[in-house]
């Protein structure tokens, strides 16, 4: 089946630990997106890549890096320098033809204790 | 002030009801608009996107009114699985900008 994927659905990190969420997706699409989403707020923008081997930073970058080495793939690190890790990390991507549309993966919520 | 404005609710309401959502958005820039539901803990997925003439798809209708810089979401007969949380988002210059969101609770 075409989807994205994320994994792992629930994740437990120490303070001070840096931790990657992975996002796969087999919808050969170009662009790819992270969001956060904390409780009663609107999912915010972190990072996104048009293509691969390029990404730009959203709104709230900080504390956070990504990579895109491949079209399938788009992992993102939380970095110890993240002052409030613990949300729910939502992947997406969209078509050239279609950019407006995105297609969510089912999201990582990561606790940072 | 948030870029997408909605009121967090929730509504409660009667199966079989008519619920409106209204959402308000701050750059006359936004290009683009559209309603995407949420489950509980589960990821956003598109409901509808929303044209100036208005737009229908079965029980939902979606109005935009780009002078005052609203939008909103008509959801008739309500149904028990309607109950979830509805987000405004606006294409601002290629990035979907979301709002908080409005919880709606169907009863039976």
């Known amino acids: 089946d075409g989807g994205i994927t994320q994994s792992p659905k629930y994740l437990f990190r120490k303070e001070g630990q840096n931790v990657t969420l992975s996002c796969e997706q087999n919808l050969n699409h170009d662009a790819m997106y992270w969001y956060r989403q904390d409780p009663g707020q609107g999912l915010r923008l972190i990072y996104y890549?048009?293509?691969?081997?390029?990404?730009q930073k959203g709104d709230i970058a900080e504390g956070y890096s990504v990579s895109r080495e491949k079209k399938e793939s788009f992992p993102l690190t939380v970095t110890s320098a993240q002052k409030n890790p613990t949300a729910f990390y939502l992947c997406?991507?969209?078509?050239?033809?279609?950019?407006?549309?995105?297609?969510f993966g089912p999201g990582t919520r990561l606790t940072v204790l | 002030r948030k870029e997408v404005e909605q009121d967090p609710g929730p509504f409660n309401v009667p199966e079989g009801a008519t619920v409106a959502f209204n959402c308000t958005y701050s750059n006359s820039a936004s290009q683009s608009f559209f309603w995407y539901r949420q489950d509980c803990r589960k990821e956003p997925k598109l409901l509808m996107s929303?044209?100036?003439s208005g737009n229908e798809d079965g029980r939902f209708t979606a109005q935009l009114n780009r002078a005052s810089q609203y939008i909103s979401l008509l959801i008739r007969d309500s149904k028990l699985s309607d109950s979830a949380t509805y987000l405004c988002?606006?294409?601002?210059?290629?990035?979907?900008?979301f709002g908080q969101g409005t919880t709606l609770q169907v009863k039976p």
């Open positions: 890549s048009q293509i691969v081997n390029d990404f």
């Open positions: 929303v044209y100036s």
């Open positions: 997406a991507s969209s078509s050239q033809r279609g950019p407006d549309t995105q297609y």
């Open positions: 988002v606006v294409n601002r210059a290629g990035k979907l900008i």
